[in-house]
């Protein structure tokens, strides 16, 4: 069965003495007499692209984003991704591995699984100013690697994390319980691990140590939608990406989703885009 194509941290980084893998490079080096053009492809680790200025297209699980100064890009491992980056574009682009960002540190590690959910800023002049500043800390530390520079990259990533966060929380601080969105954060990073194996609330409502009606309750907080419907997203999302990223056959792509009956997949989907998978298929290919 064809699939998407996937880079691997360790393939692309040569870097064995860092735990987890890090990689952070200033744009100018490597564009500076070419374009960057990467096919439609994702990774197993985390790609963070920063422009301070830029021009070109950037297509993330299937939504298009043009390429703009001030902006900031946050990939998860697993999504989908196509980029066309030209000449002249400034900034960074970061990667490293779920194990490098202090795995172990609930609250740390919190602030990395928060920023992902996002893919896409746009950021204040001042706030885009202070991330330069971090990331341009954490490129030195990476390039003398004196001692404790990874501690010191890390720190400077948190810089980085939590002023993304003021961006898209700011004005919502004093309306979001910190406990309701951690739990939302942890169901997040559930469903991008066993939404094609798990696909009841109640499953994820047990992972969480909560009850289905409490998890209903936060997501319908939050965000207005049922757990029910997030878990729907996030099938639909997968069933896209391999319809647009293959030319695999249509039971092909049902039997990778966990669905046995290809027509029960068809009727879903339909069901949810509007369209039936080659009709997708052919509309946005």
Same mark, same amino acid.
């Given at each position: ?29 490597? +564009? ?18 920063? +422009?301070?200025?830029?021009? $070109? ?31 002249? #574009? ?11 960002? &202090? ?17 896409? &800023? ?50 919502? #601080? ?12 942890? +169901? &997040? ?23 289905? &009606? ?6 319908? /907080?939050?965000?207005? /939608? %049922? ?9 639909? +999302? ?32 339909? /069901?949810?885009? $509007?369209?039936?998978?080659? %009709? ?6």
């Amino acid at each position: 069965m064809e699939k998407i194509p996937v880079r691997h941290i360790g393939n692309v980084l040569k870097e064995p003495e860092l735990s987890g893998k890090f990689s952070i490079r200033a744009l100018d080096v490597f +564009l500076h007499t070419q374009d960057m053009v990467q096919e439609l492809h994702r990774h197993d680790f985390y790609y963070v692209l920063v +422009l301070k200025k830029g021009t $070109g297209t950037h297509l993330i699980d299937f939504t298009s984003y043009l390429i703009a100064a001030n902006t900031v890009f946050i990939m998860r491992p697993g999504q989908v991704h196509q980029l066309e980056l030209n000449t002249g #574009s400034e900034g960074y682009l970061l990667q490293f591995g779920s194990d490098f960002y &202090y795995p172990n540190e609930a609250i740390t590690n919190r602030l990395l699984r928060k920023a992902s959910i996002i893919n896409h &800023y746009k950021v204040g002049k001042d706030s885009f100013g202070k991330i330069m500043t971090a990331l341009a800390f954490a490129l030195q530390e990476f390039t003398d690697k004196q001692a404790n520079y990874m501690d010191a990259i890390k720190s400077n990533l948190t810089i980085f994390f939590i002023e993304l966060l003021r961006q898209e929380h700011n004005a919502d #601080s004093h309306k979001e319980n910190n406990y309701v969105q951690e739990q939302l954060d942890a +169901l &997040y990073a559930l469903l991008e691990k066993h939404a094609l194996e798990h696909r009841q609330v109640s499953d994820y409502a047990e992972m969480l140590n909560l009850s289905a &009606y409490q998890l209903n309750a936060i997501t319908k /907080k939050l965000l207005g /939608k %049922t757990t029910s419907e997030l878990i729907n997203e996030y099938i639909i +999302l997968e069933a896209k990406r391999y319809l647009l990223a293959t030319a695999n056959q249509v039971s092909q792509v049902a039997d990778h989703l966990g669905y046995e009956d290809a027509s029960y997949f068809i009727r879903f989907f339909k /069901k949810h885009t $509007g369209f039936s998978p080659e %009709t997708f298929r052919q509309h946005f290919k």
